[in-house]
């Protein structure tokens, strides 16, 4: 198996399985004082710090979670919470339709319980405009969640400019930066973010851990109750094993981070080159956009046929979110930039990590073309 799909997860790192395996045999839970307690916790502020110092942050703004999903979730409806709980009312929410879905999910819910949400338009790759931010921007906005890099498209924010648009009408500023650590710099203080979400999961950490960035002097308050861990922020007996391990992968993927983007560079652009030539094939990605993504449409092909014949070759790609694989739908984020539905459908998504070789990228561009002739004979 050619495995493409480094956008949906990222193969668990050695280096996070050895960590892992040292920090699941300690017995103690970090919240203990006793020895074995205490020998837990050095582990889980060891993978803190690690994480970070990958983000350029003091260790106590980082809230360790499950992930991009609970993190992006907690944000919205945690601060959207205290502005209501100040103003007495709804308030105003900014974000994109080419948001993951646990952004556009509670951005929905938000909307049925009486909060103005503004949906920004996203230009043909998925980028956008500071200017409609700030035409966008009202005097109750009171957050406004748009993504780094985007994970299907692998468009690029200039979150430094939107962030200060924001900020600087007195609303919070969230970024769901889940794509960017490994492959792309990440510096929060320079972004100038209120909020982070990231996934351990996304580069080579263990699924199922996460991160939450939340800026000194920013309010958030819990959406579970129990217990006084992460600061009361998010209570519940911490993944001591997973949160060392993510930190530990983590620093290996930063250290490795420029050879990293430079070879995914050259994979992505080697591969567009090589399927360039299947009838009717368009490119949806950005060219200067993230290297880890390749998104095309192959006109005429359903995308389920495509992905199912690239799994006989022996290729893992995907059509979109793995969080929305299976639901039949097309693509939010391509039918937002302007894809017609049935296009959507006929989509594809390759995304390439440090491990990917070119003979395994040109492997799949031959796969792919055998896989559009079969697509479209079924069809």
Request: proline fraction near 6%.
């Amino acid at each position: 198996m050619i495995y493409l799909d480094y956008a949906a997860t990222h193969p668990l790192r050695p280096e996070a399985l050895s960590a892992y395996a040292r920090a699941a045999a300690l017995p103690g839970n970090p919240a203990s004082v006793h020895a074995a307690g205490q020998a837990a916790r050095e582990l889980l502020e060891e993978g803190r710090a690690r994480l970070a110092a990958a983000f350029r942050v003091d260790p106590r703004t980082v809230v360790v979670n499950s992930g991009g999903t609970e993190g992006d979730n907690h944000v919205l409806l945690g601060v959207t919470r205290a502005w209501h709980g100040a103003h007495g009312r709804p308030g105003h929410l900014i974000t994109t339709p080419t948001e993951h879905s646990a952004v556009l999910a509670p951005a929905r819910w938000l909307a049925e319980q009486g909060w103005a949400v503004t949906f920004l338009t996203p230009d043909a790759h998925g980028r956008y405009d500071p200017e409609d931010l700030r035409g966008a921007l009202r005097d109750n906005t009171a957050l406004v969640s748009i993504h780094h890099a985007n994970n299907e498209l692998g468009s690029v924010q200039d979150t430094a400019t939107l962030a200060a648009l924001a900020r600087g009408r007195g609303a919070a500023y969230h970024v769901d930066a889940v794509q960017a650590p490994g492959v792309l710099p990440v510096d929060l203080p320079a972004w100038g973010v209120d909020y982070a979400t990231f996934s351990a999961h996304k580069w080579g950490g263990p699924r199922g851990v996460g991160a939450l960035y939340v800026r000194r002097g920013m309010v958030l308050p819990p959406v579970t109750l129990g217990g006084g861990q992460e600061g009361g922020v998010r209570p519940g007996t911490q993944d001591t094993a997973g949160v060392y391990a993510a930190g530990v992968a983590l620093s290996v993927a930063e250290a490795e981070r420029e050879a990293t983007f430079a070879h995914l560079s050259g994979l992505r652009d080697r591969f567009v080159q090589a399927v360039a030539a299947v009838p009717g094939l368009t490119f949806n990605h950005p060219p200067d956009g993230s290297p880890k993504v390749v998104n095309m449409t192959v006109p005429g092909a359903d995308g389920e046929a495509l992905l199912m014949n690239l799994d006989m070759l022996g290729i893992a790609a995907s059509a979109g979110s793995a969080c929305s694989a299976g639901t039949m739908q097309p693509s939010h984020v391509l039918t937002a930039i302007g894809l017609s539905e049935a296009d959507a459908r006929s989509s594809l998504r390759f995304s390439f990590g440090a491990a990917t070789t070119e003979a395994e990228v040109d492997e799949a561009a031959r796969a792919l073309t055998q896989a559009a002739q079969w697509s479209r004979a079924q069809g």
